[in-house]
C-alpha cells in the first residue's frame, strides 16, 4: 500500500520505549526524498537534523532545506483505539521546493513593481535637473545597491554627477568637464550614445574623481537612455540577485525619463525666461538728456507671465534734440499679445531710421500692420496662424524749452488721450483723437502739440485703467473721473510716485479682481535742483 503512493510517507518510532528512533517503513517516494534513512537506520545517525528535532521536540511537523530541496513533513501519531502503538509516528512529506520559489519570486517581483512604481511616482515632476538627479541616486541606495552613481551628459560642456552612499543622508553632487574625460574614452562614448557599455568602462570609472574611495567589490554599469539626455547608472556592490541588473534596467529607463523632462522644462523655462525678458517693458533711461523726467507702472492681466499686450518705451535723445516716447495696447492679453506688442515695437524701431514725425510715423505703422496682416492670412504660402493685428497707441517726442519746460509733439490712434497735470494742481485732458492703427487703411491719426511748464507733468495710461471693474459692487467702471481725481491729488509728486500711486488706487478699486493689461507712463518738466 505505501509503495503504490506518491506521496513521501515514513514511518519512525523507538526500538523500545526511550529508545533511539528508527525507521520502521519507507516507501520508494520517501526513500528518492531522503535517500540517507532505510529500514532500520537510526534517524539521529542520517545527519537529517530537522527531522531528528522534530522528533526530540515533538513537533507536529516541520519545512526545511534538505539536500538542495524544501521538505515540508506532516507528523501523524498511529494509535488503535486511543492507545499509542509502539509510539510511532508517521511523516507525510512533500518537496515544495518550486512552490517556494515560485512564493519568493512572486514577492520579489511585487516588491521590484512597488519599488519602480514609488520610484516613479518620486521622481514625477520634479523638473529640475539637479534635484532629479539627488533624487535618482537617494532612492536607489540601499536597494539596488549599497552604492548609486548617476553620470548625466546634457549636451553642456559638463557632466553632472550623483552620488549616493547608503547609510548616508545626503547624496554627493559635482561636475567633471569634458576634457576631463579624455582619460575615459569608452565611458565618455558611453555616455553621449555613441558605443555600449563594455567592461572596460568599469576600469575608468574607478580612475574618476566621483568617490570618496576607490569602489570596491563588483560594479554593474547601466545606460540611463533619453530623449534630451544620455548618462550611465553605475552599481557598486550589488545583491547577488538574478533581478538585480533586470530592475535596474528598467529603473534607468524611468531616471531617463524624468531626466529628460527636467532637461526639457529647463530648456524650456529658459527659452520662456529669454522671450519675456525680450517681451518686458524696457527700463526707461536714467538721463533723457532733455531734461525731461519720466516713469511709469505695469501690471499685465496675467501676472504670472510679467508680459501683456500693453507696453510703453522712453528712448534716448535723438540728434535732433527731441525725446521719443510711446505707450500703446494691442488687441488680445496674454503671450500672444506681448508678442505683437514686440513686433509693433520693433517696427516703430525700424521707421523711425527713416521718420521722426510722430503723426507720419504712426501712419507708416498702420500700413505695415495691415501689410504684415495680409501676409499672414489663411492660403497665404508661408502664413502663421492669423491675429488680430489691431492696437491703439499714444506717440510723440518732447524737446526742452528754454525757460526748462518741454513741447510735446503727440500723435494718437484709438487710444484714451493723455491728461496733463499742471503744478497748480489743475488736471487737463488733450484734445486729441484718432483711428484703430492696422485695422482701416484710410485710418485717421490724431495730432497734438502740449507744452509742460517746469513742474507738469504729461501722464499716458492704457485703457485698462478707465475700465477697470471694482468698487462695492464689482462691477463699476474706475472711469476718468477718479483718475483725475487721483491725478490731482498728486500736485509736486516726482513723475514714478505719480505712476505708483495710480496703481495703488486702481488696486484698492479692483480688490483682487481680475483685470485688463495696465500702464502707466509719466513725463514731467522738472521745476529744477531737487532735494
Not at 544620455?230 to 528598467?250: F, I, K, N, R
Not at 486702481?506 to 480688490?511: D, F, Q, T, V, Y
Request: aromatic share 4%.
Amino acid at each position: 500500500m505505501l509503495a503504490g503512493l506518491t506521496e513521501a510517507v515514513l514511518v519512525t518510532g523507538p526500538v523500545h520505549p526511550g529508545g533511539e528512533e528508527i525507521v520502521h517503513a519507507a516507501n520508494p517516494a520517501a526513500a528518492r526524498l531522503l535517500p540517507g534513512l532505510v529500514v532500520g537506520t537510526v534517524v539521529a545517525d542520517a545527519g537529517y537534523d530537522a527531522l531528528t528535532d522534530a522528533l526530540v521536540r515533538a513537533r507536529p511537523g516541520f519545512e526545511a532545506e534538505i539536500d538542495g530541496r524544501v521538505l515540508a513533513a506532516r507528523a501523524v501519531r498511529l494509535d488503535e483505539d486511543g492507545a499509542v502503538v509502539d509510539a510511532l509516528t508517521c511523516w507525510y512529506l512533500r518537496d515544495v521546493t518550486e512552490e517556494r520559489r515560485g512564493s519568493a519570486s512572486l514577492v520579489r517581483a511585487q516588491a521590484r513593481a512597488q519599488f519602480l512604481a514609488e520610484a516613479g511616482r518620486a521622481l514625477h515632476g520634479v523638473l529640475h535637473l539637479d534635484r532629479t538627479l539627488r533624487t535618482a541616486v537617494s532612492l536607489a541606495a540601499g536597494v539596488l545597491a549599497p552604492t548609486v552613481l548617476v553620470m548625466l551628459a546634457d549636451g553642456s560642456d559638463t557632466v553632472r554627477w550623483a552620488r549616493a552612499d547608503g547609510g548616508e543622508s545626503r547624496p554627493h553632487t559635482g561636475e567633471l568637464t569634458r576634457t576631463a574625460l579624455r582619460s575615459a574614452p569608452r565611458l565618455h562614448e558611453a555616455l553621449v550614445g555613441r558605443a555600449p557599455v563594455d567592461p572596460w568602462v568599469t576600469v575608468e570609472l574607478a580612475e574618476l574623481p566621483v568617490w570618496n574611495e576607490r569602489p570596491a567589490g563588483e560594479v554593474v554599469v547601466v545606460p540611463v537612455p533619453g530623449a534630451l539626455v544620455q548618462g550611465v547608472l553605475v552599481l557598486v556592490g550589488p545583491a547577488a540577485d538574478a533581478d538585480a541588473l533586470p530592475l535596474g534596467e528598467e529603473y534607468a529607463v524611468r531616471v531617463g525619463t524624468a531626466l529628460s523632462a527636467a532637461a526639457l522644462y529647463r530648456e524650456q523655462a529658459h527659452l520662456g525666461h529669454v522671450l519675456q525678458a525680450s517681451l518686458e517693458p524696457p527700463p526707461l533711461p536714467s538721463d533723457t538728456a532733455g531734461g525731461l523726467l519720466v516713469g511709469s507702472a505695469y501690471r499685465p492681466a496675467r501676472e504670472s507671465l510679467r508680459v501683456g499686450g500693453d507696453f510703453y518705451e522712453v528712448l534716448p535723445r535723438t540728434d535732433a534734440g527731441r525725446t521719443p516716447f510711446l505707450l500703446g495696447d494691442v488687441c488680445g492679453k496674454g503671450i500672444e499679445a506681448a508678442v505683437l506688442s514686440g513686433r509693433v515695437r520693433q517696427s516703430l524701431h525700424a521707421l523711425r531710421l527713416v521718420e521722426q514725425d510722430p503723426a507720419t510715423l504712426l501712419r507708416l505703422l498702420n500700413v505695415a500692420l495691415l501689410d504684415a496682416a495680409d501676409l499672414d492670412a489663411p492660403g497665404t504660402p508661408g502664413a502663421a496662424v492669423a491675429m488680430p493685428r489691431f492696437a491703439t497707441m499714444v506717440l510723440g517726442d518732447a524737446a526742452g524749452l528754454p525757460d526748462g519746460g518741454s513741447r510735446l509733439r503727440l500723435a494718437t490712434g484709438g487710444h484714451p488721450p493723455p491728461y496733463v497735470l499742471r503744478a497748480d494742481g489743475r488736471v487737463e485732458e488733450v484734445d486729441v483723437a484718432g483711428s484703430l492703427v492696422g485695422a482701416l487703411r484710410d485710418a485717421e491719426v490724431g495730432a497734438a502739440e502740449v507744452v509742460l511748464a517746469p513742474g507738469d507733468t504729461c501722464l499716458l495710461y492704457s485703457d485698462g485703467v478707465t475700465e477697470a471693474r471694482g468698487g462695492p459692487t464689482g462691477r463699476d467702471f474706475y472711469g476718468e473721473e477718479r483718475l483725475e481725481a487721483a491725478l490731482a491729488g498728486c500736485v509736486g509728486a516726482p513723475p514714478q510716485v505719480i505712476c505708483e500711486r495710480v496703481l495703488q488706487l486702481l488696486g484698492g478699486w479692483l480688490g483682487g479682481r481680475d483685470h485688463d493689461d495696465v500702464a502707466l507712463l509719466a513725463l514731467q518738466a522738472p521745476t529744477g535742483r531737487r532735494a
